[in-house]
């Protein structure tokens, strides 16, 4: 897939706050590229500890995680264990040093990551720091960016007061749907019934609207926030 254009068919790294971001926001996504050949690999920025979330549920989080994306053919997930739900009170410097660590490491050609206009405040902070691992100015750099919409984070942002998700890349992903709804399926501890956002019913339904804007079946859409061409 070539986002449009021509690409190396470098690495593809995507950014989640939480485990399951990755498949809410770019689940079809990432099995269509990784059913093209591409090097597909997750970063999840936080996990659960104490007193917040017991032992037992960050492991159960944890496999969820593994039988998800193994179902959409990711090469690896990075764990980055900051904590969920309090990166507003994590050093920013130590947040940019481990997602900086990871993007220089991989050296990815295509980064998807959070919304800046999500509600929650990891996403967010996931967002800036990033842009801070992106720069341009580094002997090497992701030279595409492009964010993606978490169903029941990006939904819920304050209309005119902070930035709405417009989108203007929509991926078809007509072939790889049901790998997405079966990767989400496999959080079996995040699933909810519909209406919820989180349910299976309702990312589908998104995907067949996100399709129908571009006369396509399904896909997912995304905000590009810098292309080096």
Known sequence: MTFGFATKGGPVLVIAPHPDDEVLG???TMARLASEGREVHVCVVTSGGPPRYSSAQTDRVRAEAKKANDRLGVTEIHWLGFPAAELSETSHADLNAGISGLV???????ILLPH?????????????????????????YPPILMAYETLSETNWNAPHLTPGFIPSVFVDISETLDAKLDAFALYESQVRQPPHERSPEV???????????VHRDACEAFVPVRMVL
């Open 203 to 213: 990312l589908k339904a998104l995907a067949t609207l996100r399709g129908a804007t």
């Open 116 to 140: 800046p206009g999500d509600m929650h405040l990891d996403h967010q902070a996931c967002f800036t720091s990033s842009l801070v691992a992106s720069r341009p100015h580094q002997s090497t």
């Open 104 to 110: 220089q490491k991989l050296d990815p050609e295509i």
């Open 26 to 28: 770019a689940g079809g």
